[in-house]
């Protein structure tokens, strides 16, 4: 149980143009679900905090109109780079949460995606 | 400071020997505790969530020590798969926040 889906796996881009990832709770429902980069050797950057029916809350330094996040119903999250430039180019990787489950309760993450920006 | 912190490594180590990281935390209303692992470029897995008591899954043990601030990872008869990042998450009290540290990096060497 609890499997997060996450869709593309990879893709490469040229620079200017938008990149929309998907995350899918499979099994269950996620009021809630994390968006994440990580650069090589690096550990995960947490990005923003992505609340079902309501505005994403974004980490300091991330910007809110170039990471697009939409968060549209209990199992689908959605995270658009707009304008994707080649310092972009990382791994993202989105993780949810299941609802209804106490404070304290492990994060479940998707496959990631690999973003190259060329 | 840092939140959470790991000793990066690498550890590298013979199959079959016994192998220990610890994890640091700086804030005390940290409640909750895990252990991932990540392999080469992949997502982060659960390894194993941390309990007061401590727990135990097969070949790896956890410890929590609240008033030192600290958890760590046992790896008892080490195998090569058992190489790949490990990951320790903690999360605030009060809050769905999740901070993770750097990793610790093992290498299991035949």
């Known amino acids: 149980g609890a499997v997060v889906s996450q869709h593309p796996s990879w893709v490469i881009c040229k620079s200017g143009t938008s990149v929309k990832i998907e995350c899918r709770s499979l099994d269950f429902q996620a009021t809630t679900m994390f968006w994440y980069r990580q650069f090589p050797k690096q550990s995960l950057m947490l990005m923003a905090t992505s609340n079902e029916g309501s505005k994403a809350t974004y980490e300091q330094g991330v910007e809110k109109d170039k990471f697009l996040i939409n968060h549209a119903s209990l199992t689908l999250s959605t995270l658009t780079v707009t304008s994707a430039h080649p310092e972009d180019s990382s791994f993202y990787i989105c993780?949810?949460?299941?609802?209804?489950?106490?404070?304290?309760?492990?994060?479940?993450f998707g496959n990631g995606t690999r973003l190259t920006v060329t | 400071r840092k939140e959470v912190e790991q000793d990066p490594g690498p550890f590298n180590v013979p199959e079959g020997a016994t192998v220990a990281f610890n994890c640091t935390y700086s804030?005390?209303?940290?409640?909750?505790f895990f252990w991932y692992r990540q392999d080469c470029r992949k997502e982060p897995k659960l390894l194993m969530s941390?309990?007061?008591s401590g727990n135990e899954d097969g070949r790896f043990t956890a410890q929590l020590n609240r008033a030192s601030q600290y958890i760590s990872l046992l790896i008892r008869d080490s195998k090569l798969s058992d190489s790949a990042t490990y990951l320790c998450?903690?999360?605030?009290?009060?809050?769905?926040?999740?901070?993770f540290g750097t990793g610790t990096r093992l290498k299991v060497l035949a």
């Open positions: 941390v309990y007061s």
């Open positions: 998450v903690v999360s605030l009290s009060g809050t769905y926040k999740y901070i």
């Open positions: 993780s949810a949460r299941v609802a209804q489950t106490g404070l304290g309760s492990p994060l479940h």
């Open positions: 804030n005390s209303a940290s409640q909750s």
